[in-house]
């Protein structure tokens, strides 16, 4: 199975800051890379996928990059509404894997 | 718009069964590659099981494989996974998820889940 590595567990930030997130394939999986949103008590949301594909509707401050093994997920100039939880998912191949999420805090 | 509603959750003791279904609306069904997944409470998510749009192609994770099994019935654009020997383990919201483009492994678009409980 792909192992996914993401870090940092969890980051504070203000509004207005910028946070990077990396997520890293304990082998190679091209740009079969996505990138999820979890707010309390709803389903994850799909941003990016693949690796730096913005979803459609996906505020433009979202960006993603890499191939390969390693990837970042960068929020700049970060909004009220971006707190909440990220996860990364190799779309590579089954069975299909999911970091251990990253938790956006307000500072 | 796209919805995906899941039902059949509840309370189950250790080794009991459940059946779990989920609703499809706004895309066409039959055409498209289908996802259970679970998230138990706290944690991240845990890929399920999928099923391809005609319903002769399944994986499993190796948590649930001979216990769970994915169907779906094209006709009434619903999605099941019948759920058996079940563990306390299992506790989680399912969720369904559809896909979307060429890559079965994409999660595309997440119901919004249906908790399952297993406990004595």
């Known amino acids: 199975d792909i192992q996914m590595t993401q870090s940092p567990a969890s980051v504070s930030a203000s509004v207005g800051d910028s946070v990077t997130i990396t997520c890293r394939a304990s082998q190679a999986i091209s740009n079969w890379l996505a990138w999820f949103q979890q707010k309390p008590g709803k389903a994850p949301k799909l941003l990016i996928f693949?690796?730096?594909s913005l979803q459609s509707g996906v505020p433009s401050r979202f960006s993603g990059s890499g191939s390969g093994t390693d990837f970042t997920l960068t929020i700049s100039s970060l909004q009220p509404e971006d707190f909440a939880t990220y996860y990364c998912?190799?779309?590579?191949?089954?069975?299909?894997?999911f970091g251990q999420g990253t938790r956006l805090e307000i500072k | 718009q796209v919805q995906l509603v899941e039902s059949g959750g509840g309370v189950v003791q250790p080794g009991g069964s459940l059946r779990l279904s989920c609703a499809a609306s706004g895309f066409i069904f039959s055409n498209t590659d289908m996802h259970w997944v679970r998230q138990a409470p706290g944690k991240g998510p845990e890929w399920v099981a999928f099923?391809?749009?005609?319903?002769?192609?399944?994986y499993y994770a190796e948590s649930v494989k001979g216990r769970f099994t994915i169907s779906r019935d094209n006709s009434k654009n619903t999605l099941h996974l019948q759920m058996n020997s079940l563990r306390p383990e299992d506790t989680a919201f399912y969720h369904c998820?559809?896909?979307?483009?060429?890559?079965?492994?994409?999660?595309?678009?997440w119901g919004q889940g249906t908790l399952v409980t297993v406990s004595s």
């Open positions: 693949p690796a730096s």
């Open positions: 998820a559809n896909t979307e483009g060429s890559r079965w492994e994409l999660l595309n678009f």
């Open positions: 099923i391809h749009f005609g319903g002769a192609l399944t």
């Open positions: 998912q190799q779309a590579n191949a089954f069975p299909v894997t």
